[in-house]
């Protein structure tokens, strides 16, 4: 990547943001006593949020591997949050060296971090593009100086789309996005659900709201939908601690509970 100087990035300390709450979780460092906060104050409505978030992060790892195992060379991952080694072109380039990777996110402390994204492998290829998921017209266009959208490329958006309304238009999102890409690729979702805590669910998107932020909890089938016309790998649409563990990267957590979390990985034919 060229044309960026990450001491020139601005950050806003004033508000949380959710990759940086997202770090927190991980047990990371690159977040602010804002996120913090509001992050314990999650824990108190669902104590396994730390669980939540590394599961979140194995289904990513998990599906990565499959998808390299299984002939993916390109990779467009929007949502990227704050590197977390392994990072996805990691796991894709020990498989296939000349993967090509491609970073998107809104978060200035992600561009600061940039440069942890991009040590590709010499045949492969990494870059970072900061945009905000609503703009896939922009995302796809800058995404097109490393991918070639005539092949086939893994789109994934990991923890995401529960912070898109459907009024931001999630659904149509996602179709402009599967739309540009060649049959062959591959749509890859993970998104928290309430389906197990409606109530907890309730305050929790509350919590959001009042800091000026989304958070949209699809149900199983609302989160299904986003896959309709394409192929869903086995096991379908399940639990994200649940999608092919036999690829490794389980989680051990705490409490006999399903973690909250749908995953999904469908073919576009």
């Known amino acids: 990547?060229?044309?960026?100087?990450?001491?020139?990035?601005?950050?806003?300390?004033?508000?949380?943001?959710?990759?940086?709450?997202?770090?927190?979780?991980?047990?990371?460092?690159?977040?602010?006593?804002?996120?913090?906060?509001?992050?314990?104050?999650?824990?108190?409505?669902?104590?396994?949020?730390?669980?939540?978030?590394?599961?979140?992060r194995a289904f990513m790892r998990r599906a990565t591997r499959w998808l390299a195992e299984n002939g993916i060379r390109q990779f467009l991952d929007i949502g990227a949050g704050i590197p977390t080694e392994p990072n996805l072109h990691q796991i894709a380039q020990r498989i296939a060296p000349d993967a090509r990777v491609v970073y998107c996110d809104n978060d200035p402390i992600v561009l600061a971090h940039a440069a942890a994204l991009l040590r590709s492998t010499p045949e492969g290829a990494t870059d970072y593009i900061q945009a905000d998921a609503r703009e896939p017209d922009v995302i796809l266009e800058q995404a097109g100086r490393v991918l070639d959208f005539d092949r086939p490329v893994a789109l994934s958006m990991l923890a995401l789309l529960h912070f898109l309304n459907d009024e931001d238009g999630a659904a149509d999102i996602v179709d402009r996005l599967v739309g540009r890409l060649a049959p062959g690729s591959f749509l890859v979702l993970s998104q928290t659900t309430g389906d197990y805590d409606p109530e907890g669910a309730a305050t929790a998107s509350a919590m959001y709201k009042a800091r000026g932020m989304t958070l949209r909890l699809r149900s199983r089938a609302e989160f299904t939908a986003f896959f309709d016309g394409l192929e869903l790998v086995e096991p379908g649409v399940s639990l994200s601690a649940d999608w092919r563990p036999e690829l490794g990267e389980v989680i051990e957590v705490s409490g006999d509970e399903p973690i909250p979390g749908y995953a999904g990985v469908a073919r576009k034919p």
Do not use: C
């Open 1 to 56: 990547m060229t044309g960026y100087d990450p001491r020139a990035v601005e950050i806003d300390t004033s508000r949380p943001h959710p990759a940086r709450m997202y770090d927190w979780f991980l047990g990371g460092k690159d977040n602010y006593p804002v996120d913090e906060q509001m992050a314990r104050e999650l824990l108190v409505l669902q104590p396994r949020g730390r669980d939540m978030a590394r599961v979140n």
